[in-house]
C-alpha cells in the first residue's frame, strides 16, 4: 500500500523555522516528482514547493520564495525547510508525489497524497 506520511509540523512564533518531512513507502519513489502544497482555513489548497525527479530541479510559489527550501534524499524521504515564518503560512501542509509532466504546481500532476501536518505560525 502506498503511503506519505508528513511529519514537523508544530507552533511556532512568526521569524522562526520548521522543518517538514515526508516519508513515502509502499514503492520507490525516486522517479516520481514530488510536491508540497497547503490548505488554510476557508481557503482553497495551494501549491507551495515541487522537486522533479529528473535533475532535481525546485520550483516555488512566489509566496514562499528566498524563504522556503525544498529537498529529497536517496531514500524516499523528502524535506521542506521553512525560514523566515510568518502567520499567513498556517496551513494544514501536504506532501504528493506524481509521474509524467512536470510543472510541479498543478495538483492534476499528483497521484498520492499524505493526510498532512499542522503549522501553526504566531504573531
Known amino acids: 500500500q502506498v503511503q506519505l506520511v508528513e511529519s514537523?509540523?508544530?507552533?511556532?512564533?512568526?521569524?522562526?523555522s520548521l522543518r517538514l518531512s515526508c516519508a513515502?513507502?509502499?514503492?520507490t519513489f525516486s522517479r516520481y516528482n514530488m510536491g508540497w502544497f497547503r490548505q488554510s482555513p476557508g481557503k482553497e489548497r495551494e501549491f507551495v514547493a515541487a522537486i522533479r525527479?529528473?535533475?532535481?530541479?525546485?520550483?516555488?510559489?512566489?509566496s514562499v520564495k528566498g524563504r522556503f527550501t525544498a529537498s529529497r534524499d536517496n531514500a524516499e524521504n523528502m524535506y521542506l525547510q521553512m525560514n523566515s515564518l510568518k502567520p499567513e503560512d498556517t496551513a494544514v501542509y501536504y506532501c504528493a508525489a506524481g509521474w509524467g509532466a512536470f510543472s510541479g504546481s498543478r495538483e492534476t500532476e499528483y497521484h498520492y497524497w499524505g493526510q498532512g501536518t499542522q503549522v501553526t505560525v504566531s504573531s
Open 24 to 27: 513515502a513507502s509502499g514503492r
Open 8 to 16: 514537523g509540523g508544530g507552533l511556532v512564533q512568526a521569524g522562526g
Open 53 to 62: 525527479w529528473s535533475g532535481g530541479s525546485t520550483t516555488y510559489a512566489d
